[in-house]
């Protein structure tokens, strides 16, 4: 069976604090791939990455960074310098290899990013 | 990038009543749709798989003859929730993988259904 955990309901900082998003997967596939998206009040899903299951290589985007620990199922993300902008509810999403281009996503539950000014 | 579109964003109906949901892709074609429901505050769970000129396949629990679900073409798909009640009301998102981009996967906007 496939399953995501998001150990953290709500998360509050304060603008500028650094922030870690926790993410724990369990599948049995041995090629699969992770996902985070943001989703702000608004509701509309932003992709933010994909890591595939072979690329444990680090990887930053400007504020952002992943952290992805194929030994310990994780796949934990962070954000630097904290803005009120991200404040959303982030979910971390699994997705097992199907042969092509199909397969649902498995989402964990959402951290809930709050970022006071 | 790939665009995938819903309609309506939002809807109010009562109960016994049906809505119509359209899920399409803009500028792909996909052969596959996934529709997933989102409770407040809680995470998405897939509903059902939609297979253009085919049946659809329904997670457990969810009932195909109140959510019919219409893969009409290519870039088309709808979700049909017939005589809603009011624990209907929830937060429908589509999503399409884009064939051959690595199994990106496109979501819809959402669809917000009220039922009063």
């Known amino acids: 069976a496939q399953k995501v955990t998001q150990a953290q309901t709500e998360i509050s900082v304060v603008e500028k604090e650094d922030v870690t998003l926790d993410c724990v997967y369990e599948?049995?596939?041995?090629?699969?791939?992770l996902f985070w998206y943001k989703q702000p009040p608004s509701g509309e899903l932003v992709f933010l990455i994909r890591r595939n299951s072979f690329d444990e290589q680090n990887e930053i985007s400007g504020r952002y960074s992943w952290n992805f620990q194929k030994s310990t199922s994780s796949f934990n993300f962070t954000i630097t310098a904290s803005q009120v902008v991200d404040s959303a509810v982030y979910f971390c999403?699994?997705?097992?290899?199907?042969?092509?281009?199909?397969?649902?996503?498995?989402f964990g539950k959402g951290t809930k990013l709050s970022v006071k000014p | 990038g790939a665009v995938v579109s819903q309609h309506p964003s939002r809807v109010i109906c009562k109960s016994g009543t049906s809505v119509k949901i359209e899920c399409r892709s803009l500028d792909f074609q996909a052969t596959t749709m996934f529709w997933y429901r989102q409770f407040p505050k809680k995470s998405l769970m897939l509903m059902a798989t939609?297979?253009?000129?085919?049946?659809?396949?329904?997670e457990q629990g969810v009932e195909k003859d109140k959510f019919l679900i219409n893969h009409a073409s290519l870039t088309l798909s709808t979700l049909t929730v017939t005589s809603a009640h009011p624990e209907d009301s929830s937060f429908y998102i589509c999503?399409?993988?884009?064939?051959?981009?690595?199994?990106?996967?496109?979501f819809g906007p959402g669809t917000r259904l009220t039922v009063t």
């Open positions: 999503s399409a993988p884009q064939p051959g981009h690595s199994y990106e996967q496109y």
């Open positions: 599948t049995r596939d041995t090629t699969y791939y």
């Open positions: 939609s297979n253009e000129g085919s049946k659809a396949t329904y």
């Open positions: 999403a699994l997705r097992g290899y199907y042969g092509g281009s199909q397969g649902n996503l498995i």
